[in-house]
């Protein structure tokens, strides 16, 4: 589900989806003559495909800061754009697990359909990233036999995450990928899955305008550094 961008008000937080307009689209590309004449890069406006929130480089002191990810077949290249906020068409969340199943290989669908009923007994929101979400969202090819499965597990304050983190580690026994991931708090703050799980004194949290260490219970609380 998308929802408008106000200029005031840039997206929320990291691994949002953003759509930009064809005139900020021109506008991107004229900042980036190497990429003007990329034809795959060409076909992201065209398709009406979206962008996705990435963390400012220090330089980076205005606009809104993208990344375009491109597919194995055109050397799995990040790509580095930067946005004027008022061209900013629209902002979604990455899609949902049981969106994405439908593009993932059909020997992932077992684990996929596991970790859809983790989302109901946690009541955490199940959503995609990295190599499947792309897929999904375009219908090119991302996902190979060697790619992780990447999940954004968005909890609440009553979730108990030594639970779940548990839980995702003994669907990962059984299943045919990787599963990498973040625990991701109502604010964006997240950790990776796999850390939490190890149960670490010290978390590693990533928000979209830093990264840094921050004890356990503190993460667990809500708070935000030290």
């Not at 999940?151 to 995702?168: I, K, Q, S």
Request: charged share 25%; glycine share 8%.
């Amino acid at each position: 589900m998308t929802s408008p961008c106000k200029p005031a008000e840039p997206p929320a937080g990291r691994h949002d989806l953003v759509f930009v307009s064809p005139h900020g689209w021109r506008a991107m590309l004229e900042m980036r003559g190497d990429l003007a004449a990329d034809p795959l890069v060409l076909r992201w406006p065209e398709m009406g495909w979206p962008t996705i929130r990435r963390r400012p480089l220090p330089c980076e002191a205005t606009g809104l800061a993208l990344g375009l990810p491109l597919p194995p077949s055109a050397g799995k290249k990040r790509l580095s754009l930067l946005a004027d906020i008022d061209h900013i068409a629209s902002v979604a969340r990455p899609p949902s697990l049981r969106q994405a199943r439908a593009s993932a290989p059909r020997n992932w669908w077992p684990t996929l359909d596991r970790l859809n009923g983790l989302a109901l007994l946690h009541s955490v929101d199940v959503r995609v990233f990295g190599s499947l979400a792309w897929q999904s969202l375009t219908g090119l090819e991302y996902v190979t036999a060697r790619s992780d499965l990447d999940v954004l597990l968005a909890f609440h304050r009553e979730t108990d995450l030594d639970r779940l983190a548990a839980d995702v580690a003994a669907i990962e026994i059984d299943a045919p990928m990787r599963l990498d991931g973040e625990l991701m708090r109502a604010d964006g703050a997240a950790v990776n899955w796999r850390e939490f799980h190890a149960g670490a004194s010290q978390l590693l949290v990533k928000t979209i305008g830093s990264v840094g260490l921050l004890d356990r219970d503190r993460f667990i609380s809500g708070a935000t550094g030290s």
